[in-house]
């Protein structure tokens, strides 16, 4: 079993930065990467970033390439997601998921973010 608790969401104003933090726990040793989705209102989740605990390989999304940064500290089990120049449009619900290399992945009960104009 693994559990995610996400914190650092917040109400910023456009072109605001804001660190997001995932601790992970449970069976940390099996963990093979991590995701950020989020989840704006009236629309599906979407991915945000991935990164891989063990090489730290990451992934973006297009919409957030340039702007986020995902990061992981392994020896405190944490998944972090630097976010700068906050746009309007990158108000949601953010949420942590870890995977281990077999079975479902695991989601937190998400962070919500708030960007005003």
């Known amino acids: 079993q693994i559990q995610l608790v996400e914190s650092g969401g917040g109400l910023v104003q456009a072109g605001d930065s804001l660190r997001l933090s995932c601790a992970v726990s449970?069976?940390?040793?099996?963990?093979?990467?991590s995701d950020w989705y989020r989840q704006a209102p009236g629309k599906e989740r979407e991915f945000v970033a991935r990164?891989?605990?063990?090489?730290?390989?990451?992934v973006y999304a297009s919409s957030v390439q340039g702007r986020f940064t995902i990061s992981r500290d392994n020896a405190k089990n944490t998944v972090y997601l630097q976010m700068s120049r906050l746009e309007p449009e990158d108000t949601a619900v953010y949420y942590c998921?870890?995977?281990?290399?077999?079975?479902?992945?695991?989601w937190g009960q998400g962070t919500q973010v708030t960007v005003s104009s």
């Open positions: 449970g069976r940390t040793e099996s963990l093979y990467f």
């Open positions: 990164i891989f605990w063990e090489a730290g390989n990451t």
């Open positions: 998921k870890a995977d281990l290399r077999s079975g479902p992945g695991y």
